[in-house]
Every structure is written in structure tokens, then in C-alpha cells.
């Protein structure tokens, strides 16, 4: 209520009425906030209301807002990986239902025609398992990895071709939750293969093309600053040198070249840009004119001298290049690596790579100029279900078989040596035994013993017999040191027929066109080479059983290839289970259940790995619904409205604005002779 100051004596009309104005108007804009407040049950309605509450507020605002879309996306991701888990469920029993049938269809109990009714069930099996990994949630391909738009398995040529790629998808699940909500179908069920990988250290050179972010020097790799040059020809010159924003080891080469050129003329002979270049894996300054030196030293921040291999030597006239092995610098094969720069221990050849998979065949031809990209093009052109690929290490090749059911090859044609040198061949002296027959090796007799006197027994361990065209033989015993490698084996064969005397008319060695151990016999019969299994099943592990002879001089045996790249798969286990029972294998429908029982493991480990993260994303979903009570409260501690406080509040303003209408009232009744007295 407003009063008159009590200093005043007198107070004027005028006077009385703005006060008794003012103070009526306060009342009413007070009384109007406190109304509003209480209808709108806040406290704070806008910044003005409270400055220091409102910044709170909009922080605690966002935060809430951030965490709805979070809480949103794990909702979304838990949907998503309860389906996938169901999916998986239903793998793992198609899978075992499978292996069931495999065990069943092994024994005299089961004929041909049974197997051959068996076989459709399993073709139903199969496509049950495709449509199950092609399954999607809302249009999320859940077996697809980061490509979930299409489906990831489609059928290819009598097979099926896993088109998708990566890990899975991501999203914002918030700290500590940072996986995919889907996954590849490779890491469900297998759909990919493991091999081809590179038998070959590349060791590409260093080039001008060559992007700094692809060198591995042992002085590891940071961003470029400055570094210093010292010219001295008796008179020391110094230069800055910034390589800030270079991107190639072109551009290193021509910044430093630049400036020596432009701060002491007569250092470098030549004309620009011939001095400062590339020699093998270094960085080479050379064209350095007689009584010239040039040091390089790391500039006043970073370590970009000593990064590039230039640091810590002088460079003259003579000497171009730093031979300190931290020097080197290492890059990476990547796509736009040619095949030129490529320097493995065994130089690059050039010539036909044929690739196979699944009776279907294309061939690329290589030269210098090609690049690794281009060689991954070429090759995805023949359209053949095969992928080359650069190792996560950077150092060699991979070749991947995309299609389970198919067996892929890569070989060389006329005596080629390209896909050796590269690495990429399947069959190559290289090639180890354990990954023939899709990784069931080769079985040797080896250790064996008389059943009757307990003693070792030599003719139980003699693995095969090789006959020439002669008619003369010689018999091969192998033992568990010569199982490493192709080449082992072949030295094996090879000493066996030094030994019996056939050193000079007779030599196993890898055929030049196509992938199989081929026999070079020159004892001038005319009769064929040919093989005997003698114990265990090496000869037709080594597919010399079914090899193709032809005659001549020399006549050659090439064995068939067991090398061949297959995709361990459920689908391809799936596959070969079929194939046998069709063809009334009883050895192939047991292979075959015995890689159903790994497929199972692997669909289970995969419903382990879905199922942990489902827990994961409940847990977060549990800490995330704390954490927003907890803002939520702050919120309103800070916003709402104190009812009690603001109702006593309200009732006060209706009292004081009551007061202040009659005190009003009064004044206006007072005359001037009020105011003489």
C-alpha cells in the first residue's frame, strides 16, 4: 500500500494521486505474476524471471532433449537386436537340423534313394537359412554389416553371394555403448572366406605419388610442421622450411628443393625440380654441387626432419641418400599403389592371372603401370563372386571368395609368374598343407606299428607309390616334418626319386598353367605316370589320384588342385551336405557334418555376442532413465512453482491492492481546505 512520505507537511493532490497510482499498479502487475504462476504452475516463465535459473534450465533442457533421442535410439537398437537374436535362433536350428539329417544319412541303414529324398529337405534347409539372413527389422537388413539397404546373401550362379560388408551399423547409444546393432552375416554363419591372404610382402617403393599418411617410417607418422636446412659451403646458410599442408612425398620433395634453390642459388645443379626427389624407400637429395653440404634438422616444434628420414646426416655431392635404417619409410600398399613400385623379395612379374570360381573362369592381364585399384576393378568386372582387397596390414594382397558353394582359384597361365609374385597365387610353393582340402590338410601314414609284433612297421608308413612311364617306380614316405609347406612336399618326392635313382628322368614341381604338383617324367616308356595310395589318403589328398597325364617327351602327370578356395560357411556346409547325399557320398555327407558343427558354433557365439549387447543396451537404458530423474528434478527445483508460498503471496497482493483502492478513495475526498487546515 502506498503512503506519503512523512516528511511532507502538506503533499499536493497531484502528488498523492500518482503515488496512490503507483502503488495500485504494482499491486495489479504483481497479482497478475502471481496468478500466472499459478496457473501455469511455474516459477520461471522467462529469462527476465530469473537470469541465473533460466541458464540452468535451458542447459538442463538440452541435456533432457539429447537424452529423449538417445533413450529413443536405444529403444530402436534393442527392438532391433531382439530380432536378430530371434533370427539367429532360427539358424542355429535350421543348422542343427542339418547336422541331424548328416548323422543319420551315414550307415547301411541308408541307400541312395533315401539320401536322395534327404537332399530335398536340405535344398528347404537352405533356402529357410537364406531368407532368415536376409531378414530385416523396419527395413534394417540385420545381416548386412554397414550395408543394410539390400539384402545381404542373393543368389550368384548356383551359389550364394554375400553382398554386404563391415561390422554393423552404428548409432548413438551414448558412452560406453559403442557398438552395432547389427552384424555381418560372416560373423553369424561364415560368408566370407578366410584365404586367399597375401603370401607376399609387397614392400612398395616410395614415389612422388605416394601420400605422406601412407608411410609407416619407424619414426612413426604426426602431422608436418617446420624444418630447418643448413647450407654450408664454409658460409653456413639456415632455412625454415614449412611442410604444413603437404600431402604427397612430391610435395615434400619440391618445397625443399624450392627453398634451397632460392635461399643459396648455387647449392643444387640442374634445373628444378631434378635435385630433390625418391630413391627406393627414401628420400633422396641429390644434384649437390661440389663443396656444398645439406643438413636437416627438426624445426622448432614437432619432429618432422627426423619423421621423413632426413634428419641426422649429411648429404653431399656423393652421398644422396640417408643410409640409417630409420630412414626407411615404409608406405602402405593402397589402391593407388602401381604394381611397378611394388619390390618384393622376389621382383614383380607381369604377365595373365586367370581367377576361378565355380566352373566359371576370367582372366586379367598386369604390366607396370597398373594399379592395385585398377587390379581390384579388372577383377570385379569378370564378375565372378571374387574381391581383392588390400591387408589391413599394408604390406600384401588378399583374394576373397564371396560365394559359398563355389571353390575359387587364382593361377598362372603359359608359365607365368604374375600371382606368384604378387602373392595372390592359391597353389604356390608357399602354399601350406594344413589349407588343403578347405582346411582338412593331408593324412600320412606315419608312426604306424605291426598289429601282431608291436614293432614299427615300414610298410605300414610308405604313403604312395609312383610309377613312370618305364614301368620302373619308387615309393614316397612322407613324415610330419614334410607336411609345412607345398615346397616341402615336393622336396620330399624329389629326394625319394634321387634315392631310388630316377634323379635325372624324374621331378615333381607346381605346373606353369593352372594350380596342381605336376610330375616331369623323361624315362621314355610308353606307358603313363600314374600314382598308387599305399596308407592313408595322401596321394588323393594331394589330388594325385585324379591328376590328368599326358603323353610326351617328357610325359607329365598334373595332379588336381586341392588348394582351392571355398567359403566356411553355414551355407556352404549346407551345400556340400546336399551334393553328397545327391550323389550318395557317404565320406562328403561326414565332412559335411562335421562342418555343420562348427557352422553351429558359430551361430551360437554369434548369439552370445547379440545377446551381451542387448544386456548392454537394457543397462544403459536403465542408467539413461536416472540420469533424466535426475534432471528432471533439477528442472524442477529451478522451474516450478512453491504453491504454498505463492498462494499466501496471492492472497497478500489481494489484501494490499484492497488497501490501496480505499486508501485512494480517501485522498480523493480531501478539498484544498484540507490542505490550509
Known amino acids: 500500500m502506498t503512503s506519503i512520505p512523512s516528511n511532507f507537511d502538506r503533499v499536493p493532490t497531484r502528488l498523492s494521486s500518482q503515488l496512490t497510482r503507483q502503488g495500485i499498479s504494482s499491486a495489479n502487475a504483481q497479482l497478475l505474476r502471481a496468478q500466472v504462476e499459478l496457473s501455469s504452475s ?40 531382439g530380432t536378430l537374436d530371434q533370427a539367429l535362433g532360427q539358424i542355429t536350428e535350421l543348422a542343427q537340423d542339418a547336422k541331424e539329417i548328416a548323422s543319420s544319412q551315414v550307415g547301411a541303414q541308408s ?10 529337405l536340405v535344398q528347404s534347409l537352405i533356402d529357410s537359412m537364406v531368407q532368415a539372413l536376409n531378414r530385416d527389422y523396419a527395413g534394417l537388413r540385420l545381416f548386412g554389416g554397414e550395408r543394410t539397404g539390400a539384402a545381404p546373401i542373393e543368389a550368384f550362379q548356383g551359389g550364394y553371394r554375400y553382398v554386404g560388408a563391415g561390422d554393423g551399423l552404428r548409432t548413438d547409444l551414448g558412452e560406453g555403448v559403442q557398438f552395432p546393432i547389427t552384424i555381418g552375416a560372416d560373423r553369424a554363419v561364415g560368408a566370407l572366406s578366410s584365404r586367399h591372404k597375401g603370401e607376399v610382402d609387397l614392400n612398395p617403393a616410395l614415389t612422388a605419388q605416394t601420400r605422406l599418411s601412407d608411410l609407416r617410417g619407424p619414426n612413426g607418422s604426426s602431422p608436418l610442421g617446420t624444418i630447418s636446412i643448413t647450407v654450408d659451403n ?45 630413391n627406393g624407400e627414401r628420400f633422396s637429395i641429390g644434384g649437390i654441387s661440389a663443396g656444398y653440404t645439406v643438413v636437416f634438422s627438426d624445426g622448432p616444434t614437432g619432429r618432422s626432419a627426423t619423421q621423413l628420414g632426413l634428419a641426422g646426416f649429411t648429404y653431399d655431392g656423393v652421398n644422396p641418400l640417408n643410409t640409417d635404417p630409420l630412414a626407411v619409410m615404409n608406405p602402405r600398399v593402397t589402391d593407388d599403389t602401381t604394381l611397378g613400385s611394388l619390390n618384393p623379395t622376389a621382383a614383380v612379374s607381369y604377365g595373365t ?32 563372386g571374387v574381391r581383392v582387397e588390400v591387408d589391413a596390414s599394408g604390406d600384401s594382397i588378399n583374394v576373397i571368395n564371396e560365394v559359398s558353394g563355389f571353390r575359387m582359384s587364382v593361377e598362372e597361365t603359359g608359365g607365368g609368374l604374375a600371382a606368384t609374385s604378387l602373392g595372390i597365387r592359391t597353389m604356390s610353393a608357399r602354399t601350406a598343407l594344413s589349407a588343403f582340402n578347405q582346411g582338412r590338410g593331408v593324412s600320412i601314414a606315419d608312426g604306424q606299428t605291426n598289429p601282431v609284433t608291436g614293432l614299427p612297421d615300414a610298410n605300414r608308413n610308405v ?30 618326392i624329389n629326394s625319394e626319386a634321387a634315392a631310388a635313382g630316377f634323379g635325372g628322368v624324374f621331378s615333381a614341381g607346381l605346373t606353369g598353367t593352372g594350380n596342381g604338383i605336376e610330375f616331369v617324367d623323361s624315362s621314355g616308356g610308353a606307358g603313363q605316370t600314374s600314382v598308387t595310395s599305399l596308407n592313408a589318403h595322401a596321394a588323393e589328398d594331394l589330388g594325385l589320384m585324379d591328376g590328368t597325364f599326358t603323353a610326351g617327351a617328357p610325359g607329365r602327370l598334373v595332379a588336381s588342385d586341392r588348394s582351392s578356395v571355398r567359403v566356411d560357411s553355414l551355407l556352404s556346409a549346407l551345400i556340400d551336405l546336399r551334393d553328397a547325399l545327391e550323389g550318395n557320398d557317404t565320406l562328403g555327407i561326414t ?77 480523493r475526498s480531501l478539498t484544498l481546505l484540507n490542505f490550509l487546515g
Open 353 to 384: 592371372i586367370v581367377f576361378r570360381n565355380g566352373g566359371r573362369s576370367g582372366s586379367v592381364t598386369t604390366h607396370a603401370g597398373m594399379t592395385v585399384g585398377q587390379l581390384k576393378e579388372a577383377v570385379q568386372r569378370l564378375n565372378l
Open 591 to 667: 565332412f559335411a557334418g562335421e562342418r555343420l558343427e562348427l557352422g553351429v558354433e558359430l551361430s551360437i557365439q554369434a548369439r552370445g555376442l547379440v545377446g551381451g549387447r542387448a544386456s548392454r543396451i537394457e543397462d544403459a537404458k536403465g542408467r539413461l532413465e536416472d540420469t533424466n530423474l535426475l534432471d528432471q528434478t533439477i528442472k524442477s527445483n529451478l522451474q516450478d512453482l512453491d504453491y504454498i508460498e505463492a498462494a499466501s503471496r496471492f492472497s497478500l497482493l489481494q489484501t494490499q491492492l484492497q488497501a490501496g483502492l480505499q486508501s485512494a478513495a480517501a485522498i
Open 42 to 81: 511455474k516459477r520461471v516463465l522467462k529469462p527476465s524471471d530469473d537470469p541465473i535459473a533460466a541458464s540452468l534450465i535451458n542447459v538442463v533442457d538440452q541435456r533432457l532433449q539429447l537424452a529423449g533421442q538417445r533413450e529413443r535410439n536405444l529403444t530402436h537398437a534393442s527392438s532391433v537386436l
Open 234 to 278: 664454409g658460409s653456413p646458410t639456415t632455412i625454415e622450411v614449412d611442410l604444413a599442408g603437404a600431402v604427397t612425398a612430391g610435395d615434400v620433395a619440391n618445397r625443399i628443393e624450392s627453398s634451397i634453390r632460392a635461399a643459396v642459388p648455387g647449392a643444387l645443379t640442374g634445373a628444378y625440380p631434378s635435385a630433390v626427389g625418391v
Open 463 to 492: 604313403d604312395f607309390r609312383v610309377t613312370l612311364t618305364n614301368g620302373a617306380s619308387f615309393t614316397v614316405d612322407l613324415v610330419a616334418g614334410d607336411m609345412g609347406t607345398v615346397q616341402d612336399v615336393l622336396n620330399k
Open 111 to 120: 541307400d541312395a534313394g533315401t539320401r536322395r529324398q534327404q537332399a530335398v
